[in-house]
């Protein structure tokens, strides 16, 4: 439990980072000066090369989704199993191996179709690859780390849970691009999405914790991705020139 707070600690620390309590993102360039007659260090701060500005409010249900993972690993996601098992014994299916690539094959589709999204066909396709890399990357480096046990006892990489980042990522891609359009399409990636966490919950393979927390690094993750591609496309470009 501590090695997990301490894990997504230092991920939430990596991407923000405080100066004389003002919060600095970014990739940003800075110098220390000593201010004259004092001991005061000062910050030259060029944001350049800086990237779109960095909004918190996109990641505050994602973090709220990991926290909550954190917080009910243990006692309350072994009662949960327990009570699921009794009332779904022996149930397995695989059809949560294929759910989770829905709401993305479905913005996918819809673009070819000719309902445009807010990115074209071929860059809907790089946010989907790199937010999917993203995404678990962030997930299978936690499940090295914690090497959790899964509730059927067969593996030690139950945190958290990769079908559930995957799913949520794909969720995201779609409310991303076609949220804008109608609510319907988010509700349904969104519902989509969560019915693989569950499914995930009900075939014993993985606790409430991992769920949560994988749908978290899901939106996360994807989030950070579309905030960073305007400048990431606009230095491709200026380099290209």
């Known amino acids: 439990m501590k090695k997990r707070i301490k894990v997504f600690l230092l991920l939430v620390w990596s991407g923000t980072f405080q100066v004389q309590g003002q919060t600095i993102t970014g990739n940003f360039t800075w110098d220390a000066m000593h201010l004259p007659g004092t001991s005061t260090v000062g ?3 060029s944001d350049t090369l ?4 960095f909004r918190v409010r996109p990641l505050i249900v994602p973090a709220g989704l990991a926290v909550s993972g954190l917080l009910v690993q243990g006692k309350i996601s072994r009662q949960l199993n327990r009570r699921v098992e009794s009332r779904y014994p022996g149930y397995r299916t695989n059809a949560d191996d294929y759910l989770l690539f ?4 479905l913005g996918l589709g819809l673009s070819v179709a000719g309902v445009e999204g807010r990115h074209p066909l071929g860059e809907q396709i790089v946010l989907a690859i790199i937010s999917g890399l993203a995404s678990q990357g962030v997930t299978q480096t936690i ?4 090497k959790y046990p899964r509730p059927d006892g067969t593996t030690y990489d139950a ?3 990769g079908h559930t980042t995957g799913a949520f990522t794909s969720a995201t891609l779609l409310h991303k691009e076609y949220g804008h359009r109608s609510v319907w399409y988010s509700v349904g990636g969104y ?5 693989v966490g569950a499914l995930r919950i009900i075939n014993n393979r993985h606790w409430l914790s991992d769920v949560l927390f994988g749908a978290g690094v899901g939106i996360g993750a994807t989030e950070v991705v579309y905030m960073a ?3 990431v496309k606009r ?3 200026r380099r290209k020139k």
Do not use: C, N, T
């Open 43 to 45: 910050i030259v701060v």
């Open 50 to 53: 800086a990237p779109e500005p």
């Open 102 to 105: 829905a709401p993305v094959a």
């Open 143 to 146: 499940k090295l780390i914690a």
């Open 159 to 161: 945190f958290p849970s």
């Open 191 to 195: 519902s989509v999405a969560s019915g």
């Open 229 to 231: 591609y305007p400048w």
């Open 235 to 237: 230095k491709l470009k």
